[in-house]
Nanobody, 129 residues
Framework: QVQLVESGGGLVQAGGSLKISCTAS????????MAWFRQAPGKEREGISC????????AYAGSVKGRFTISRDNAEKMLYLQMNSLEPEDTAMYYC??????????????????????WGQGTQVTVSS
């Protein structure tokens, strides 16, 4: 059974940094494209970043590019998101997702690639002003 468990969320002041993690089990992690999404109350889910199976290619939403960095450790089956220069607008529940059928981030990874994949329960990130 595929399981994704996010951790590391919390309360941080604007301008601060936070690193969240996703622990994966029950899947061939080293073959799966992985991604981070977030959803704020009353807003649609937003794709934040995607990373290919080997970790050499990644993609970012414009809203976080230059501030957030996605990474993975295939040996440990871990996915990470380093978030710097956090803004109150970054406040949301953050989810990791696995594409169980593909290993690369498509051009529309944020629109549907992970819809039929596996998702975690989320970790809350709150940025105070």
């Amino acid at each position: 059974q595929v399981q994704l468990v996010e951790s590391g969320g919390g309360l941080v002041q604007a301008g601060g940094s936070l690193k969240i993690s996703c622990t994966a089990s029950g899947l061939n992690f080293g073959s799966a494209a992985m991604a981070w999404f977030r959803q704020a109350p009353g807003k649609e889910r937003e794709g934040i970043s995607c990373i290919s199976y080997h970790g050499y290619h990644s993609a970012y939403a414009g809203s976080v590019k230059g501030r957030f960095t996605i990474s993975r450790d295939n040996a440990e089956k871990m996915l990470y998101l380093q978030m710097n220069s956090l803004e109150p607008e970054d406040t949301a529940m953050y989810y990791c997702a696995a594409d169980l059928q593909g290993g690369v981030c498509s051009g529309s990874w944020h629109k549907g690639q992970f819809n039929s994949g596996s998702w975690g329960q989320g970790t809350q990130v709150t940025v105070s002003s």
